[in-house]
Every structure is written in structure tokens, then in C-alpha cells.
């Protein structure tokens, strides 16, 4: 067993660095707090496009603003049940790796295209996600099946394939957040960049376990800077209506709902079950990747089946139970897999810290709209080095494979196609059903997991593989 995954009983802040052990409250709970900040706006971000855009089945109305704020306190709630299943396992279900849960971008477009639909709507699409999660979380538990065929350059493939897909996912942010009206303003990219130098120059002049913190300090200096402007009037960075909007609406405390109680019964249409399997897939593959650097970037060792197996369970099973509060699936968030690799942070009382953090978040709606408030410039500024640090460990990754003629072919095919994809016309894919193109057209991890895995599968070994293996 590696040092870093020793069992300690005493109670120290060097813990932090350690997979188990307990780490001393006031230092847990900055460290947790840190990785909340990370994923919150994005973890909140898919309900609101999707839910927004959502009809009721039968009426063709949409959500009112009040059920879109409740889901919104849902997300937190899931997120933060799902982290404390990884975190700590019930049964098989949980890899007991710094796993941080959240809502995923991955399944956008099939869940637009079956809410929209005025014969499944908003209905239609918690049924299928109740199925597909259940149907992730089997193909998880059957994982020793089906590992052998994941060889470790598929999985270098499908990590570098998710930090790039992240890169642009930052640089909007940084920008003030893809589609919003001030997007490139010049405060925008001020406070961004201030932020960013904030972070670097914090990791370098803080010492100990506090230089880990850069990440924290430089988004607490960030929005007091946009809270600056917004007082001053110098720019409108932060929107603080939304913290007594969400008071007049809800309340200061309100306990999540099961979507079963809100009068939206859940509808199972074979249809929009197949439509979201296969995205299933691609987060399956997702998270195999996210949990595949976790262990490579701060275990330094390779993923054990069990781990596999319960990082997958999670990841189905916890969409399970996100549909049952009406919400979106679950996956595991590769921006706080940056932040672990990046800072070395790996202790998972710390990060249980961070889950109760959102699960408390989610009880007190007015939390959670003040964490909501974070101006996505700052989070980009913060997040950029993040995401880069997860495309690095994935080219660390295929450091260790064998450099043949056969690893050329599956990696130039993987990225030209799966990353070459969403980079053409939204029509490329016009002779297929829709399906195909909204997972192909906008996620490189989905055609590079592909195109990756059956070259894998097709291509003839070498003979120095074959006497390896």
C-alpha cells in the first residue's frame, strides 16, 4: 500500500495529503470549501438551461420560476449526496477516492431534445433519467467484464480528450460566462486576470499547507474586487438580488423535495430511455478517464477494478436519485479532479467537508444563492490553470504507453476525428438521427472514447504486446 493511503488515527493537518485520516476542522473546512467554489456555478448551470427551456407534459407550459430556484437547491443536495457515496462507500457504490459529484454538461443536448418534446417533456425526461442512471450503474458493477478492453491508451485518450474539452469551458468563464450580453468586457478580463495572478502568486508566497489554499484566496479576492465595482458602479459584476429573491420565494430554510410530491410524475418512454443510454455511456467514460487521473496524479499508481467499479455505481446510481428529486444526472466534476491533481489535496474527510458544505447549502437557499452570485470571470481566472492541469496528467498517462506505429494511428485517428467533430458545422451528421450529432457535434470525450476503443479493439498488437501480456 502507498504512504498516501495509510490508515492514520491522529488527528493533523499534514493529513491532508494523506487519503485517509482526520485533518483538523479549521483546516478541513477551507480546503472543502475551496473545491464547493470550484464546481458551484457549473454544477447549477445545466438545470438552469435545461429546466428553463423544459415543457410540462400535456400543457406546453413551462417550470415556474419558484420549481427551476427548488431544483436548483436539488442540485446542491444530489451533488452533495453523490461526493459522500464516492467518498464513502455503501456496499460497492463509491470508489473511496477525492471524487467531487456534480450535475453534468455531458447530456445537454439529449435532455433539450426529449423536454422540448411536448409528448415526453420535463416528465419524459426525469423518467429517463431514473432508467438511464440505474442502467450506468450496472454497467459499472459489471466493470471486470469489460475493463480488460480499456486499455491505458484509451484511458490517456478519453483524459487528455476531457481537459481539452474543459479549456474553452474556462476561457468563457474568464470572458463572463458563454452568452451572456457583456461577454469580453474589459472588467471581464481585468478581474479574471487579476484573479489568476492572485492564484499564482499565493502558491508561491504562501508555505505549508496553506500554499494549497491559492485557488480559495484568489476567488475570495476576486469577488471582493467585482463587489467593488458593482458598489461603486463601476461595472455591474455581481447581481445581489438574487439572494433576496430567493428569501421572498423560498424562504431561509426548505428541505429539497422528491419530484413525486411536486405534481411532475415521472414518465418511462422507451424512446427517450435509448436516447440517453448511450449518453450514459459517454459519462461512463468520462468518469472512468476522471477517476483514471485521480489516481495517477495523486496516487501515482494505476486504478484498481473495485475503484472502477464503485466510481461508476456512483455515477449511475446517484443520477438515479437526482431524477427522483426532479433533477439532472450526476457525474464526476473534472475541474475538482484539476484541483486535487494541482494541489495534492487528497483526504477525503477534507472533501466530505466540501459535500456537507453543499448538502447544508442546498438546506438554506440563500446560501446557496450567495455562492451563486460568484462572477463567472472570477471562476475562470481561477479554473484555467485547473483545467490545464488535467490535460497534463492525461499526456503523462500516454507517457507510460509503449510510442509504436500502432499507438500513432490510435491516437491521431482519436483526436483528428473525435476532437475534429467539434470543430465542423452542426450539420455533418444531418443523414443520422439527431441524437447522434448533439453527442459527437458537441463532446470531443465521446469520439475520442470511440474512435479509441475500437482501434484499440481492431488494430493488430505488436509482438513485443502480445509476449507481455
Not at 142 to 166: E, F, H, M, R
Amino acid at each position: 500500500m502507498k504512504d498516501k493511503e495509510r490508515n492514520i488515527t491522529t488527528v493533523s493537518e499534514e493529513n491532508i495529503y494523506l487519503l485517509n485520516g482526520r485533518v483538523p476542522l479549521g483546516k478541513a473546512i477551507p480546503f472543502g470549501l475551496q473545491h464547493v467554489l470550484a464546481m458551484f456555478v457549473a454544477n447549477l448551470a445545466p438545470v438552469l438551461i435545461v429546466c428553463s427551456a423544459a415543457l410540462v407534459r400535456g400543457t406546453g407550459d413551462h417550470l415556474t420560476a419558484v420549481e427551476i430556484t427548488r431544483l436548483l437547491q436539488c442540485a446542491m443536495f444530489v451533488a452533495g449526496i453523490g461526493t459522500c457515496l464516492q467518498l464513502y462507500p455503501i456496499w460497492k457504490i463509491g470508489s473511496k477516492l477525492p471524487i467531487v459529484m456534480g450535475v453534468s454538461f455531458t447530456f445537454l443536448g439529449s435532455l433539450l431534445m426529449i423536454c422540448t418534446n411536448p409528448d415526453l417533456g420535463y416528465e419524459g425526461m426525469i423518467g429517463a433519467i431514473i432508467l438511464g442512471g440505474i442502467f450506468e450503474g450496472v454497467v459499472g458493477l459489471s466493470a471486470q467484464y469489460w475493463k480488460k478492453y480499456l486499455t491505458p491508451v484509451v484511458s490517456s485518450c478519453v483524459v487528455i480528450a476531457i481537459g481539452l474539452s474543459l479549456l474553452p469551458v474556462g476561457m468563457n468563464s474568464w470572458g463572463g460566462g458563454n452568452g451572456s450580453e457583456s461577454f469580453g468586457a474589459w472588467y471581464h478580463l481585468l478581474v479574471g486576470l487579476v484573479t489568476l495572478i492572485v492564484c499564482l502568486v499565493s502558491r508561491y508566497l504562501l508555505h505549508g499547507v496553506y500554499k494549497n489554499l491559492n485557488i480559495l484566496v484568489g476567488l475570495i479576492f476576486g469577488y471582493i474586487l467585482s463587489a467593488i465595482f458593482t458598489v461603486a458602479g463601476i461595472a455591474p459584476m455581481i447581481d445581489f438580488s438574487g439572494i433576496s429573491k430567493t428569501i421572498s420565494e423560498i424562504g431561509f430554510f426548505s428541505l429539497p423535495r422528491l419530484v413525486f410530491f411536486t405534481g411532475h410524475t415521472p414518465v418511462f418512454d422507451l424512446g427517450a430511455f435509448f436516447t440517453i443510454a448511450i449518453v450514459f455511456l459517454v459519462s461512463a467514460a468520462e468518469t472512468t478517464g476522471a477517476t483514471t487521473a485521480v489516481c495517477k496524479g495523486s496516487l501515482d499508481r494505476d486504478i484498481k477494478i473495485e475503484e472502477l467499479q464503485g466510481s461508476l455505481a456512483v455515477d449511475g446510481f446517484s443520477s438515479t436519485i437526482s431524477g427522483c428529486f426532479g433533477c439532472l444526472p450526476l457525474t464526476s466534476f473534472s475541474q475538482n479532479v484539476g484541483l486535487v491533481t494541482m494541489t495534492g489535496v487528497i483526504n477525503r474527510f477534507t472533501i466530505l467537508m466540501g459535500a456537507l458544505i453543499l448538502i447544508l447549502a442546498s438546506l438554506f437557499p440563500p446560501l446557496g444563492a450567495f455562492f451563486n452570485s460568484l462572477p463567472q470571470s472570477v471562476l475562470g481566472g481561477c479554473t484555467v490553470m485547473m483545467f490545464g492541469s488535467i490535460l497534463y496528467e492525461g499526456i503523462k498517462m500516454l507517457k507510460d504507453c509503449e510510442f509504436n506505429d500502432r499507438t500513432m494511428i490510435i491516437v491521431s485517428l482519436a483526436f483528428c476525428v473525435g476532437v475534429g467533430l467539434t470543430q465542423t458545422d452542426a450539420n455533418f451528421f444531418s443523414a443520422f438521427p439527431q441524437a447522434v450529432g448533439d453527442i459527437f457535434n458537441g463532446n470531443a470525450v465521446a469520439g475520442v472514447f470511440v474512435v479509441s476503443l475500437l482501434l484499440s479493439l481492431i488494430l493488430p498488437k505488436d509482438k513485443s504486446e502480445k509476449v507481455e501480456e
